[in-house]
T-cell receptor, first 113, second 114 residues
Framework: GENVEQHPSTLSVQEGDSAVIKCTYS??????FPWYKQELGKRPQLIID?????GEKKDQRIAVTLNKTAKHFSLHITETQPEDSAVYFC????????????FGKGNQVVVIP | EAQVTQNPRYLITVTGKKLTVTCSQN?????MSWYRQDPGLGLRQIYY???????DKGDVPEGYKVSRKEKRNFPLILESPSPNQTSLYFC?????????????FGPGTRLTVT
């Protein structure tokens, strides 16, 4: 099955700087790649996603880039703010018709004021 | 308000005492799923359901059962809980296959088995 890995496991950044989290996946047939944000004590929520026919997608301060050849995708957060502190999960969905998501283990992002 | 609800939110129980965690969604979603979240292991899928009466195992199904008799409900059953099932459990739902993959998570159920 699909295997998703995230790096680094923890990332500390100064407020206002950029943060980049990278995920790799194993199944070259996977075609959907979402990022979920989980604030402390709360549920995961979708923040951005990308499909395999697109190389980059932006939404205000966040962007996701996809490199299908290398089988990796990255989350970019610019002008980080304290409210960006959270655990971020990437996921990949193979086109097996089951709507399943294989999640990575998560990255803890800490924004230092 | 569109939402996924879970009950109970917190539960402390003893080994071997059967329990059920309920999950309900009011968005008419076809796809529902259960995950467990453990430190350092991320979100791992336990079971999922594509529609009423259609369920299948996820990555860590051992020790769990599910049922999907109604579209809105997807209870998780632990017939004989053990301490290694102490975890944070999330139910999630999404619209349907091929239409939208976004999964809407419930608030979570923190289970402790002693």
């Amino acid at each position: 099955g699909e295997n998703v890995e995230q790096h680094p496991s923890t990332l500390s950044v100064q407020e206002g700087d950029s943060a980049v989290i990278k995920c790799t996946y194993s199944d070259s047939a996977s075609n959907y790649f979402p990022w979920y944000k989980q604030e402390l004590g709360k549920r995961p929520q979708l923040i951005i996603d990308i499909r395999s026919n697109v190389g980059e997608k932006k939404d205000q301060r966040i962007a996701v880039t996809l490199n299908k050849t290398a089988k990796h995708f990255s989350l970019h957060i610019t002008e980080t703010q304290p409210e960006d502190s959270a655990v971020y999960f990437c996921a990949a969905s193979p086109p097996d018709g089951n709507n399943r998501l294989a999640f990575g283990k998560g990255n803890q992002v800490v924004v230092i004021p | 308000e569109a939402q996924v609800t879970q009950n109970p939110r917190y539960l402390i129980t003893v080994t071997g005492k059967k329990l059920t965690v309920t999950c309900s969604q009011n968005m008419n979603h076809e796809y529902m799923s259960w995950y467990r979240q453990d430190p350092g292991l991320g979100l791992r899928q336990i079971y999922y359901s594509m529609n009423v009466e259609v369920t299948d195992k996820g990555d860590v199904p051992e020790g769990y059962k599910v049922s999907r008799k109604e579209k809105r409900n997807f209870p998780l059953i632990l017939e004989s809980p053990s301490p290694n099932q102490t975890s944070l459990y999330f139910c999630a739902s999404s619209l349907r296959q091929g239409v939208s993959y976004e999964q809407y998570f419930g608030p979570g159920t923190r289970l402790t088995v002693t």
